[in-house]
């Protein structure tokens, strides 16, 4: 489903939730949607699913409103960080509601994962542990099949390598059956990999949005002897600088870097990860700093 956010405002009082914001989601892409605590991630994928209704502006999927649109919303499943389920259901409850929810729903998958996340269908969810039911929500995510499916940093209580089966399961779910999946996520260099395209928002505006491959190849960081460093920014847009011991280092952004352009045998020139990339554009104001 094509996602069409159209000049999106929202508001709760005079909190400024996401301002104006506009931009499109192809279908079948896994895109990463990035930001600092309270730059509105959650409330954007909120109004994605229908949830909440915008205060201005538009949000559509393939042209419709999916706010109280059953025909929409079957098609979209959002798992939060917590608070998903029923806490007087069983789990075989969620699971029968969920297929008959979800048009979609593979019964294959749900079942393997019961065994593999050890879930007993029997549990109520008000007795599940905390990574036990964020378990439960990655399965009936990655069970439902649905055209838009979104996870919130859906990994509370899981150790690192059930985060690690996390991510390789999405991937091959990806691969099965392709559709758009939005992952926001704090653990950005766990999961950078997998995100095809990559949005950023900051005090809810949009600060970029970019295809993953673009932003790893229009980044570097340099390190030499300052005067070095700074001969080689001049003109360019510098994100971020350090020094340390007599040596700096600057982050770049901006231009695509040509392994021709990089080679300084005075320089090291080291690739930035994306997770640093979000924290030095929404660092300051204008995404950028002079040296
Ligand atoms: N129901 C609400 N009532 C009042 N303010 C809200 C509500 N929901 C969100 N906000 C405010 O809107 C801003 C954006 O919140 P949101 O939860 O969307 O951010 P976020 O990027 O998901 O943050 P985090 O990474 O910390 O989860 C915050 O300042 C938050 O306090």
């Known amino acids: 489903m094509k996602i069409k956010i159209e000049n999106i405002t929202k508001t709760y009082g005079k909190k400024i939730s996401l301002n104006n914001i506009s931009f499109e989601l192809e279908e079948n892409k896994i895109y990463g949607l990035l930001g600092r605590n309270g730059a509105g991630k959650t409330t954007l994928m909120h109004l994605i699913a229908g949830h909440i209704s915008p205060s201005d502006g538009s949000v559509t999927l393939n042209g419709l409103n999916p706010f109280n649109n059953r025909n929409v919303l079957k098609n979209i499943c959002l798992i939060n960080e917590s608070g998903n389920f029923n806490q007087s259901l069983k789990i075989k409850d969620v699971l029968k509601i969920s297929s008959l929810f979800y048009p979609n729903w593979n019964k294959e998958i749900a079942e393997n994962l019961l065994i593999e996340f050890n879930l007993d269908r029997n549990l109520r969810i008000k007795s599940l542990s905390k990574g036990m039911e964020s378990a439960l929500g990655i399965l009936i995510g990655l069970a439902c099949r649905s055209a838009v499916t979104i996870f919130d940093e859906p990994y509370i209580g899981l150790d690192a390598a059930l985060r690690a089966r996390f991510y390789e399961l999405l991937l091959e779910e990806y691969e099965n059956e392709p559709r758009t999946f939005i992952l ?41 002897k300052k005067d070095i460093v700074q001969d080689f920014c001049k003109g360019k ?8 011991v007599g040596q700096q280092t600057a982050v770049l952004y901006g231009e695509s870097f040509h392994q021709s352009d990089l080679y300084n045998q005075d320089l090291t020139v080291e690739p930035v990860h994306i997770q640093d990339l979000m924290v030095y554009l929404t660092s300051s104001s204008k995404g950028s700093v002079s040296i």
């Open 184 to 224: 926001s996520t704090h653990l950005i260099d766990e999961v950078s990999n997998l995100f095809e395209e990559v949005i950023i928002l900051q005090e809810g505006k949009l600060v970029l949005q970019e295809q993953a491959e673009v932003l790893i190849e229009k980044s570097i960081s340099v390190t030499g």
């Open 237 to 244: 847009n510098v994100l971020h600088v350090k020094e340390f």
